[in-house]
Every structure is written in C-alpha cells, then in structure tokens.
C-alpha cells in the first residue's frame, strides 16, 4: 500500500508562484510514475504533468512553459512549481503515483489551488 500526503496548495494572486509537494510512503513498492492531475469544479480530472522514470517528462498543453515537474527519488517526493499563475489554473490539484509492476495508480487527498485578485 502506497500512502501520497500532499502539501503547499493555496490562494494567489494572478501572475503569482506556488509549489505543490507529495510524499510517498510505504513499502512493498517501486515508483515507475509520479505525477499532478487537477479537476476544476464541474469539469473532468485531467492531466498536469508526469514524470517517468525519474526523468521522462509530459505537460498539459496549458501548463507548458508555466509548470515544472521535478522528484526527489531519495525522498519518493515530487515537486511542482507552478509560476505565472492563471484564474483558469483553479483547481483541487492531486498527485498520482504509479507502481513499477503492479501498474497501480495510487492518488493523493487533493490540495485545493485557487488564483484570484
């Protein structure tokens, strides 16, 4: 069992930074991906940002340029640093972990991201 505590969500102003962390705990398991997905209310979950195998990177079309996914593999922890923020960036943001083997897609409890003036 992989356990994801999720932390650094907030209010910002427009054109502000904020960086979401996520742990991992457990034992048992390997870390094949790490990623963020974000659902803003009354839209599906989507996609952020992932890295795989430590280094792989893939970006949501809207994040690009903005967002930055990183990991500290000695402490299973991905970062992701969000600069320049948007309104449209709201959202509650959850991190994903995918075991190496079982392929298992373990989710955080959501760190709520909210951009306003």
């Known amino acids: 069992q992989v356990q994801l505590v999720e932390s650094g969500g907030g209010l910002v102003q427009p054109g502000g930074s904020l960086r979401l962390s996520c742990a991992a705990s457990?034992?048992?398991?390997?870390?094949?991906?790490m990623g963020w997905y974000r659902q803003a209310p009354g839209k599906q979950r989507d996609l952020v940002a992932r890295?795989?195998?430590?280094?792989?990177?893939d970006y949501a079309d809207s994040v690009k340029g903005r967002f930055t996914i990183s990991t500290d593999n000695a402490k299973n922890t991905v970062y992701l640093q969000m600069n320049n923020l948007k309104p449209e960036d709201t959202a509650i943001y959850y991190c994903?972990?995918?075991?190496?083997?079982?392929?298992?897609?373990?989710w955080g409890q959501g760190t709520q991201v909210t951009v306003a003036s």
């Open positions: 457990g034992s048992g398991f390997s870390i094949y991906s």
């Open positions: 994903t972990v995918e075991a190496l083997g079982t392929w298992l897609l373990y």
């Open positions: 890295i795989t195998g430590g280094s792989k990177t």
